[in-house]
Nanobody
């Protein structure tokens, strides 16, 4: 059974940092693009970041580029999203996901995704 489990969400103040983790079981992340998307109340789902399965390149939404960093630990079958300089507009439920490509992540088409973790940034 495939499972993706996010952790690390919480409440922080403007300018703070959080590190999200996504632990995968039942599949090897080696074969997928791996990424994060978020959903805020009343807003469209937004692809945040992804690591390509073809060349390992990271990709970021314009809204988070320079503030968020995606990384992976192949040995642990886990990947991460380091979030810095957080803003209130980053408040959302964050989900980790796997997909056939990073284009799919940013087009909201996933193979598997987790239950989500809440990130709240106060001003």
């Amino acid at each position: 059974q495939v499972q993706l489990a996010e952790s690390g969400g919480g409440s922080v103040q403007y300018g703070g940092s959080l590190r999200l983790s996504c632990a995968a079981s039942g599949l090897s992340l080696d074969y997928y693009a791996i990424g994060w998307f978020r959903q805020a109340p009343g807003k469209e789902r937004e692809g945040v970041s992804c690591i390509s399965n073809s060349d390992g390149s990271p990709y970021y939404a314009d809204s988070v580029r320079g503030r968020f960093t995606i990384s992976r630990d192949n040995g642990q079958n886990t990947f991460y999203l380091q979030m810095s300089s957080l803003k209130p507009e980053d408040t959302a439920v964050y989900y980790c996901a796997t997909a056939a490509s990073c284009a799919d992540v940013f087009w909201n088409t996933y193979d598997y995704w987790g239950q989500g973790t809440q990130v709240t940034v106060s001003s």
